[in-house]
């Protein structure tokens, strides 16, 4: 079979995109050709991997690309196997997001919960959130929203109102017709995606960013430009040197607690992107939604309060204040822009639940109490994620958050990804540093959440010891010593 891969993906990584999807072209066009027969079992996650010297990440999401389009079946401890019949009609083509770096990293939330330990999902129970009082506030709240019909575009009047209190109190002053509510952040991202790109656009994305972001673009079919950060997140000359002669349609910005690393953009910094967003006439979506979740000082703030007549879009999410169940997410803008994103939200679910709203409205009540409690929460699992590594991994590397729930880790001299399969078969799933990547960077990264219960968190950090201290031979196997020239 080395052969005909050979044969069959011959320059398969040449053209646009990110390579999970180049590779999935390849394939299907390989099965369509007879160059992979019906019946026949594809190689494995691994060994293809290392045919093609590609992350084991990059042939995972190219499988389940094949999978979702009917190419292929995918059956756990066989294998993947090319279908007798090909897709039985072309709408499950050539649909990307479909598969992607999220549901290959939170495959957990796809397959529902399993024996491994978790290192995936930065979210969290919330098991004390709804004590007697708050539930009485939230009950009347919700009986006075069901007097009318519940269908509120921009979101429930009185949670608008809230969120404009919340986003003033970062240092943004907002007006209630500046805000408007959606299903999480990840809709959020979705509504100004879809405003502002048609496919081919350019987007300008830190490098390393929030890795469903990632996915968003990509099933957007925009074209990604990377900013690099460093230890006090992006720099306003980077972009303008990034975005060069591309024109880019947007930017997209993790500037507080960023998404993996946690790092922070200082206030004249923002102050600067802001003034080189309005030279190159370039909106700037701002993702805040970590903002609440500080380990430290309180963060400046948002870049949109330094915007001129170029909108910046501010996005955020009571998700990580909160709970992650209650799916409320906002963008703050100009209210031109959003009275177009309601329209579209509109078309898209007529609206959020009004009973999440309520429950959102009458939690706001009270939100320096839940963030203090979520501070100290984060702290807390910080210091014991910390405390373990540096007793089980002490090789391991990384910069303290100034916020957020994970932790930037590099791996010395290691394959993020490979170690992420050895990882896997001890019981522990981990985000390897490519996953967050447009350009698939980050090899010997892993982005380790600091959210789970201390036992589970120690368990788990055993589990990557014990893969760790077995890795280097690993490597050394004749598998990984194979390689195809293509």
């Known amino acids: 079979m080395q052969a005909r891969i050979a044969v069959g993906l011959d320059g398969w990584d040449a053209g646009d995109g990110p390579l999970y999807r180049r590779l999935a072209v390849a394939l299907r066009t390989a099965i369509a050709d007879g160059s992979f027969p019906a019946g026949e079992r594809l190689p494995t996650e691994r060994s293809l991997a290392t045919m093609l010297s590609v ?4 042939v995972v999401a190219a499988y389940d690309d094949l999978r979702d389009a009917g190419w292929v079946d ?3 401890g066989s294998g993947t196997w090319v279908r007798h019949r090909g897709p039985a009609a072309p709408f499950g083509q050539d649909r990307p997001g479909i598969s992607g770096r999220s549901s290959t990293s939170f495959r957990a939330l796809l397959e529902g919960p399993t024996d491994a330990i978790e290192f995936t999902c930065a979210a969290t129970p919330a098991p004390d959130l709804l004590d007697d009082a708050m539930l009485r506030d939230a009950f009347d709240v919700l009986r006075v929203a069901t007097e009318d019909i519940g269908y509120h575009a921009a979101g429930y009047p009185p949670l608008r109102r809230a969120l ?10 907002t007006s209630e017709r500046e805000v408007i509510v959606t299903s999480g952040a990840q809709q959020a991202i979705a509504l100004t995606t879809e405003l502002y790109t048609r496919p ?14 990632l996915d968003r673009f990509e099933a957007a079919g925009v074209r990604l430009i990377t900013v690099p950060i460093g230890s006090r997140g992006v720099r306003a000359a980077d972009l303008v040197a990034a975005a060069g002669d591309a024109s880019p349609r947007l930017l997209y910005l993790i500037p507080t607690f960023h998404n993996p690393s946690g790092t922070v953009v200082p206030e004249a910094e923002r102050r600067e992107i802001a003034r080189a967003a309005e030279e190159m006439r370039v909106p700037i979506v701002e993702d805040l939604t970590l903002a609440d979740v500080s380990l430290g000082d ?14 910046v879009l501010t996005i955020g999410s009571l998700s990580k204040l909160f709970w992650g169940g209650l799916r409320v997410g906002f963008v703050r803008g100009p209210e031109p822009v ?6 579209m939200k509109l078309l898209a679910d007529h609206g959020s639940s009004v009973v999440s709203q309520a429950l959102a409205t009458s939690l706001l009540a009270r939100v320096a109490e839940y963030r203090d409690r979520r501070q100290a929460f984060a702290r807390q699992r910080y210091e014991t994620l910390a405390d373990l590594l540096a007793r089980h991994l002490p090789t391991w590397r990384w910069r303290e958050p100034e916020g957020g729930l994970s932790l ?4 010395p001299g290691a394959d993020a990804t490979a170690f992420a399969d050895a990882a896997a078969r001890r019981g522990v799933a981990v985000v390897p540093g490519p996953m967050t990547s447009a350009n698939d960077a980050f090899g010997d990264h892993l982005r380790l959440p600091f959210v789970l219960d201390p036992a589970d968190m120690e368990e788990g950090v055993r589990r990557l010891a014990d893969a760790w201290s077995s890795f280097g031979s690993e490597q050394l196997s004749p598998e990984r010593s194979l390689r195809v020239v293509v």
Request: cysteine-free; aromatic content about 6%; overall charge positive.
């Open 338 to 343: 959003i009275q177009r994103l309601a329209r």
């Open 164 to 173: 404009a209190t919340h986003l003033t109190s970062w240092g943004l002053p």
């Open 200 to 213: 081919g656009d350019v987007v300008v994305v830190e490098d390393p960013t929030y890795l469903s972001a």
């Open 298 to 311: 309180p963060p400046p703030a948002p870049i949109g309060t330094h915007a001129g007549d170029v909108p």
């Open 408 to 411: 930037w880790v590099q791996l």
């Open 55 to 58: 992350s084991r990440a990059t």
């Open 74 to 76: 995918r059956r756990q």
